[in-house]
Every structure is written in C-alpha cells, then in structure tokens.
C-alpha cells in the first residue's frame, strides 16, 4: 500500500523568503502527484500538480519531482502570512487508483 | 461556479445516534469521495462513488455506510455513532475532464459525546 510522508511537520518561515516542503511516497510507480493548501477549518484547494519528472510552475508555488528518488518537492517563492496553511501531498499511482494523503506540513509565514 | 457543498459544517451527537452528513457538487463529476482527517493521520478515505449505486470501500469504511442516489449528492451514514468517529469529515469530486483534480468541500466537523 502507499505510503506518503511529509516532512517537515511543521516550518516557519520569514515573509519573502523561499519556503521548501518535502514529500516522499513508497511506490515508484506513481505518476499523478498533487499538492494542496488547506488553510485552518477550511476545505483543500489544489496548487500545483505535476506529472513527470522536472517542475513544474503555477504562480508562486513549484513542484519538483524526482520519481527515481521517491521524493516531491513544493517551494513557495516570496511566501505572505496569508500562505500561512497546512500543505498537503497527494500522490496516486494512476488514473484510476486511489489518492493517498501525507500527513502534512503547517507553514506559518512570519510578517 | 465549481462547488462542492457539505452540510451540516459543524455537528454533536451522542454515542449511539445516527449521523448524516451531505454533500453536493455542481459539476457533474461522477466520482465522488469521503475523507475523515484526524491529527497526525492526514486524509483517510472512507468510501468512494465512482456513480449512482456504484459505491466502493476506502480504506476505513468500518462503522459508516454511504448513499448515491443522484450524481450531484453523496451521503455518509454512521448509523449508530461511536466516540472515535469524532473527526473533521471531508467530501470531494472529481471527473476525467477536470484531470483527475479533486475538488474539496470546507468539511463537516462531528463530535461524538
């Protein structure tokens, strides 16, 4: 079965500088990957997914993906306190199979 | 405008009750999801809807059922509530043409006292 992990737990980060959160998965046939913001009492909302091997861009938020090294990557350049959330991965093996989650990272961005 | 609605947001029951938690998506997206999310453990899925009566376990259906009678609304059931099913329950959805994107509502807080 899937197993995603997210690290680190927790990350506090200065307003503007770079944050860097890690996602690894156990199955190296994975190919859909997925991260998501989910700011306090509130629903996910989809930033960037990513399907091959490189990054990939949207707005401020870039994924990196290393299939061969099990390992995702967000950076979030020039982070407000409003991208202050818990970020979430999800990694699925296919179309067709199920979504795991990581456990998540709470980012809070200091002003 | 791409919604998925969840309702009640917040919910307390006594052990033993049933629960009925709802959810509707105006998108037209066949699949349909239950998440609970606890601390520490991230997502866990409930069940899945791939259509109308065409329900699947996830990976922690025990003590919950679900309902797909219309395409736009899918039900979870606890019909006899238990102290560890308090949770945050989240509904999702999703279709081939969103690429596969799951769309979340803002949860359903439950306690059970």
């Known amino acids: 079965q899937q197993k995603v992990q997210q690290s680190p737990e927790s990350l506090t980060v200065s307003e503007g500088a770079m944050a860097s959160l890690n996602c690894t998965f156990s199955d190296g046939t994975s190919n859909n990957f997925r991260w998501y913001r989910q700011h306090s009492a509130k629903g996910l909302e989809v930033l960037v997914s990513i399907f091959s091997d490189g990054e990939k861009e949207e707005g401020r938020f870039t994924a990196h993906l290393n299939r061969a090294n099990l390992h995702v990557s967000l950076h979030i350049r020039e982070p407000q306190p409003s991208d202050s959330a818990v970020y979430l991965c999800?990694?699925?093996?296919?179309?067709?199979?199920?979504?795991?989650f990581g456990g998540g990272t709470r980012l809070t961005v200091r002003p | 405008d791409m919604k998925v609605t969840q309702m009640p947001r917040y919910l307390i029951k006594r052990m033993g009750e049933n629960v009925l938690l709802e959810c509707g998506q105006d998108m037209s997206h066949e699949t349909m999801y239950w998440y609970r999310q606890d601390p520490g453990l991230g997502l866990q899925l409930i069940y899945i809807s791939y259509d109308v009566d065409s329900n699947s376990e996830g990976d922690i259906p025990k003590g919950y059922r679900v309902s797909r009678k219309k395409r736009e609304h899918f039900s979870l059931i606890l019909d006899s509530a238990k102290t560890n099913q308090t949770s945050v329950y989240f509904c999702?959805?999703?279709?081939?043409?969103?690429?596969?994107?799951?769309?979340f509502g803002e949860g359903s807080r439950l306690i059970v006292v």
């Open positions: 999800a990694v699925r093996r296919n179309a067709g199979a199920k979504l795991t």
């Open positions: 999702a959805s999703t279709s081939g043409n969103s690429g596969n994107t799951l769309y």
